[in-house]
């Protein structure tokens, strides 16, 4: 079941980056749209992402 799902999940990810592919090359309104998602999704993950390593242990010890 796993294996199913985190194929679909490569799926959408391969998709997103066609549409962004596609869109930066004059593609139709829902290429842009799919691709405007896409891309405001991979910087909310990247901003989750440097959230949790400045959160992180500051390496000194009490």
């Given amino acids: 079941m ?3 799902a985190l194929a679909g999940l490569l799926v959408l990810v391969l998709g ?6 596609w869109a930066a090359r004059g593609g139709p309104r829902w290429a ?4 405007f998602v ?6 909310l993950l990247r901003g989750t992402g440097r959230t949790d390593r400045t959160s992180g242990n500051s390496g000194s010890d009490d």
């Fill in 2 to 4: 796993i294996v199913i």
């Fill in 16 to 21: 997103g980056c066609a549409c962004v592919w």
């Fill in 38 to 43: 896409t891309l405001a999704a991979g910087e």
């Fill in 32 to 35: 842009r749209a799919v691709a």
